[in-house]
T-cell receptor, first 110, second 117 residues
Framework: EDQVTQSPEALRLQEGESSSLNCSYT??????LFWYRQDPGKGPEFLFT???AGEEKEKERLKATLTKKESFLHITAPKPEDSATYLC???????????FGRGTSLIVHP | GAVVSQHPSWVICKSGTSVKIECRSL??????MFWYRQFPKQSLMLMAT?????????EQGVEKDKFLINHASLTLSTLTVTSAHPEDSSFYIC?????????????FGPGTRLTVL
């Protein structure tokens, strides 16, 4: 059974204080690892898809990396508008249904 | 590209009534769509997989007679909550996959907040 564990559950940062969110996963035959951002009362917004170990993707202050066991979402010099819940999901094996983690709630204080 | 819409964005209804939620893929076709339920400060809970032209596949513990799903076209899936009760109050979100490479990236609708009085 596919498993996704995200840590920490919650993270408070000061504006400009860089940090990383972790997503550990277990899946047979990874086809893709996904990162989403979810604001309160809204649907998740797609950020990145990573397909294989060693791959990295960047978007503004966010950078996602992937190894065979985990993915990191690095946030460089965050701003208050980066405050949101960040969700990680994997797809692999015989199923095209993604398995989601519980998310990391990020709050960036001005 | 890859935009998914949901309607309505919020609905308030009386206990015992039925509520229909629409999910549309606006700029791509989706033979499969997914319906999720989300409680406050919790992650997404998959309810069912909607399949165009065939019956939906429900997750264990989800009442198929209460949550009716119809996927009548390649761009529209509907979720009807029948005889709604206060415990059905929740945030309902749909997603539609778009294949990029070997994986399906899920694109989510904005969600529907259902409140049953």
């Amino acid at each position: 059974e596919d498993q996704v564990t995200q840590s920490p559950e919650a993270l408070r940062l000061q504006e400009g204080e860089s940090s990383s969110l972790n997503c550990s996963y277990t899946v047979s035959g990874l086809r893709g690892l996904f990162w989403y951002r979810q604001d309160p009362g809204k649907g998740p917004e797609f950020l990145f898809t990573l397909y294989s170990a060693g791959e990295e993707k960047e978007k503004e202050r966010l950078k996602a990396t992937l190894t065979k066991k985990e993915s990191f979402l690095h946030i460089t010099a965050p701003k208050p508008e980066d405050s949101a819940t960040y969700l990680c999901a994997v797809e692999g094996g015989g199923s095209y249904i993604p398995t989601f983690g519980r998310g990391t709630s990020l709050i960036v204080h001005p | 590209g890859a935009v998914v819409s949901q309607h309505p964005s919020w609905v308030i209804c009386k206990s015992g009534t039925s509520v229909k939620i629409e999910c549309r893929s606006l700029d791509f076709q989706a033979t499969t769509m997914f319906w999720y339920r989300q409680f406050p400060k919790q992650s997404l809970m998959l309810m069912a997989t909607s399949n165009e032209g065939s019956k939906a596949t429900y997750e264990q513990g989800v009442e198929k007679d209460k949550f009716l799903i119809n996927h009548a076209s390649l761009t529209l899936s509907t979720l009807t909550v029948t005889s709604a009760h206060p415990e059905d109050s929740s945030f309902y979100i749909c997603s539609a996959p778009s294949r990029v490479g070997e994986a399906d990236t899920q694109y989510f609708g904005p969600g529907t907040r259902l409140t049953v009085l």
